[in-house]
């Protein structure tokens, strides 16, 4: 069975004789008869019993009927799912995103982005930011939400959210005892304290790293941690201090610790979206960068009126 012979079977059934069916197909009567002997002899058995008027199924007819509108049914599925594709209103999104990240990103974007684009399966991949970049590249994932510098001519790079770079530090810490939160510092006022890591494969311990260099400190590293939340939660009971994104300064932070920014460090690293350089984006990609901006926006909005 072909599209074509499920189609005019079932103009047939539904017309209840060849002449009619024909009318309706804008096919020649003879042409549609054909047809249906061809088929007959294929299957080795009559579809209609052709003594009465209108043409009535047989039981093989009834058999191939249900066959022939599964197949059509199957069909027009495939069509409409074809047709939004092509228009972009469904398919996958392969994204990348650090976990710290995702955990603030995804509950404010993902109610949009469903509403918007209901079609669309979000498949995340969660890595430290410094591994995303190489992901796109790699065609492993299709779009990274991730703190970088924007440096790679493979690459296509969309601002979301620019970042300031400090040192987080528990109410226990030495620095607290010596600067209000919110005073610019340099890492070498924090010489003698303990630091709390991020592992390697995150942006900020790229920072970390290149800061320690520049000033030829050996840190004191209390606990090295894969997880931002962990060592943010750390620091702030021990008393110690972490390097971090003054995005992840939020209520807890600002009870049990305070922030300095790094005053002699012009930081690079932004929050982006990157994909391919020169690859199309599509629709439901661009609205899925659209709506992180702005639920971001307004969230730093009601932060600043707090």
């Known amino acids: ?9 079932c ?30 002899g294929e299957l080795g058995v009559a579809l209609f019993d052709r003594s009465v008027s209108p043409f009535q199924l047989t039981y093989a007819g009834e058999k191939y009927l249900q066959a022939a509108n599964t197949i059509l049914a199957a069909n027009e599925r495939l069509e409409n799912q074809i047709q939004e594709i092509r228009e972009e209103n469904s398919g996958r999104l392969r994204l990348g995103i650090s976990v ?3 955990m603030q990103v995804l509950p404010l974007a993902l109610p949009w982005f469903a509403v918007q684009f209901p079609h669309v399966t979000l498949e995340i991949t969660e890595r430290g930011s410094a591994h995303l970049e190489e992901l796109v590249m790699k065609g492993e994932i299709d779009l990274a939400l ?30 607290t005892g010596r600067y209000p939160s919110g005073a610019p510092v340099t890492l070498d006022m924090a010489r003698d304290e303990s630091f709390v890591s991020l592992k390697e494969g995150h942006s900020i311990r790229v920072v970390q790293d290149t800061l320690f260099r520049q000033y030829g400190l ?16 750390v620091a702030l009971g021990t008393g110690s201090c972490m390097l971090c994104s003054n995005i992840y300064v939020d209520d807890l932070a600002r009870q049990y610790g305070a922030f300095y920014p790094l005053k ?7 929050f982006y979206a990157c994909y391919p350089q020169g690859e ?12 992180v901006s702005q639920v971001l926006s307004q969230k730093a909005l009601a932060a600043g009126y707090q």
């Open 1 to 9: 069975m072909n599209l074509k012979q499920a189609r005019y079977i």
């Open 11 to 40: 103009a047939i059934a539904r017309e209840g004789s060849i002449t009619a069916a024909a009318k309706k197909l804008y096919v020649s009567q003879p042409s549609l008869s054909q047809m249906l002997k061809q088929v007959e």
């Open 100 to 102: 710290q990240r995702a």
């Open 146 to 175: 991730a703190a970088l510098e924007s440096v790679s001519p493979r690459l296509t790079y969309e601002l979301i959210e620019e970042e300031v770079i400090g040192i987080l530090a528990g109410k226990k810490s030495p620095l």
């Open 218 to 233: 050996t840190p004191n590293v209390l606990l090295e941690t894969d997880s931002l939340e962990v060592a943010r939660r």
């Open 264 to 270: 002699d460090y012009e930081n690079h690293r932004h």
């Open 280 to 291: 199309h984006l599509p629709r439901y990609a661009a609205g899925f960068i659209q709506i």
